[in-house]
């Protein structure tokens, strides 16, 4: 065979070879690529689920809030549902002046250990979360506490110049309210403009915070009521 003929061979061969390579890698079904990401939703529990946890665990907030104040901590602590039943206690500073260091996190962790003890719970049940934002933890999952919420609409009414009233939470296996109980009396009626106002607001600061408006009731009373 003569060698111009060797060379044509080699030439189709490399042409060939190129042209399956070529289709190999533009054809999307063989190309090596990443599949899509996978996000795991969280598992969502009814508000009945909700309310006897809330209720068990809820208790130990109050002297929880007291040791870290004796402790010079100014802190806001709220307590979520997690997917295995287990609660999470959430942990943040009201502001931020300087962040809470390595020491003083430890030092908060060993002073909710400590009470858990006190209240025969096991510790292994609760995952502890302290953070250095001043926000509201962006987890609206299944809480069983608002206080964080609380915190920032009573702020957002007194920067309205709105005063005189009481604002707390409620958890029970209805649902979950935010109630804003006005100290100076009003006309469900009459005053419909001033708790559309109110209600705007808090609405605002909830939706802000990437909770639903819908699922978390915001009720506007008399202090008496």
Do not use: C, H
């Not at 931020?96 to 292994?124: C, G, H, R, S, T």
């Not at 999952?141 to 009414?157: C, G, H, P, Q």
């Amino acid at each position: 065979m003569s060698k111009k003929k060797y060379f044509k061979i080699g030439i189709l061969s490399l042409l060939l070879l190129s042209s399956a390579l070529f289709v190999f890698l533009w054809n999307p079904s063989t190309n090596f690529t990443e599949g899509p990401e996978t996000t795991v939703e969280p598992l969502i529990f009814s508000s009945k689920e909700l309310a006897p946890y809330a209720e068990e665990y809820g208790r130990i907030v109050p002297n929880l809030l007291i040791d870290l104040g004796r402790k010079g901590y100014r802190v806001n602590v709220d307590l979520s549902l997690l997917d295995d039943e287990n609660i999470e206690i959430l942990i943040k500073k009201y502001e931020i002046v300087e962040d809470l260091k390595p020491n003083e996190i430890k030092e908060i962790e060993q002073l909710v250990n400590n009470l858990l003890k006190e209240y025969n719970f096991d510790p292994a049940m609760f995952k502890i979360d302290v953070s250095n934002d001043t926000q509201p933890i962006l987890k609206t999952a299944n809480r069983l506490s608002y206080r964080d919420l609380t915190e920032y609409i009573f702020v957002e009414l007194a920067d309205k110049g709105i005063e005189g009233f009481n604002i707390n939470y409620k958890v029970s296996s209805e649902g979950s309210e935010i109630i804003i109980k006005l100290g100076e009396p009003f006309d469900e009626t009459k005053d419909q403009r001033r708790i559309k106002e109110i209600k705007d607001v808090a609405d605002s600061v909830l939706r802000k915070n990437n909770f639903n408006p819908d699922t978390l009731q915001v009720i506007v009373s008399n202090l008496k009521n």
